[in-house]
């Protein structure tokens, strides 16, 4: 599992993984990005564990790669970045009372397509994190129709549509 919590890192998530590490190790592998100002207080790498502060291109590749599920935020570059390596999702979006309801319409019409769960920070327990994420990863069917609607939702060639597109007027 990728847990990502962007350059800045997602506090809410970040401090839910530091309280609910051992629970979530007895069942997955976790690559946790947390953003650079949050790396210290990480629990340290472990059999299972490895925390990150700020990823570089080919360790984000890398993580991608390595993952049955990442679990993100809503913002429209990381559904990008989801989508563009066909992984199976659990958004947990920015409540709308921090940033407005752009994550929460983000999440909510990507989950549409069947690439993710939407998972609000209210329902962010142990209990149910744990069970969406093993419904997922446990599920090679549903991991593989939910791969397949993120990479029909990426466009990874899409400055090029756009440009042609242009170059068409």
């Known amino acids: 599992m990728f847990i990502v919590g962007g350059s800045q890192g997602a506090a809410r998530i970040n401090q839910f993984v530091i309280d ?12 946790h990005q947390a953003g ?13 564990y490895r925390p990150f502060g700020f990823m570089n291109v080919d ?16 913002g429209a570059n990381s559904i990008a970045e989801i989508a ?4 199976p999702a659990i958004l947990v979006p920015i409540p709308a009372d921090v940033a407005g309801e752009h994550q929460i319409v983000n999440a909510h019409e990507y989950a549409k397509t069947g690439a993710a769960i939407v998972m609000e920070e209210t329902n962010l ?4 994190f744990i069970a969406e ?6 599920n090679d069917e ?6 397949a609607a993120a990479r029909e939702f990426g466009k990874p060639n899409a400055a090029e549509l756009i440009a ?3 170059l068409s007027i």
């Open 20 to 31: 609910n590490l051992e629970d979530i190790l007895k069942r997955f592998q976790v690559i």
């Open 125 to 128: 327990t142990p209990n149910v």
């Open 84 to 87: 563009v390596f066909g992984k």
């Open 142 to 147: 549903l991991k593989k129709k939910m791969s």
């Open 133 to 138: 994420a093993e419904k997922i990863i446990g």
């Open 59 to 74: 360790e984000m590749k890398n993580a991608y790669a390595a993952a049955d599920l990442v679990v993100s935020r809503a």
């Open 36 to 48: 650079a100002v949050n790396l210290n207080g990480l629990p340290g790498k472990r059999a299972g």
């Open 164 to 166: 042609r597109e242009v």
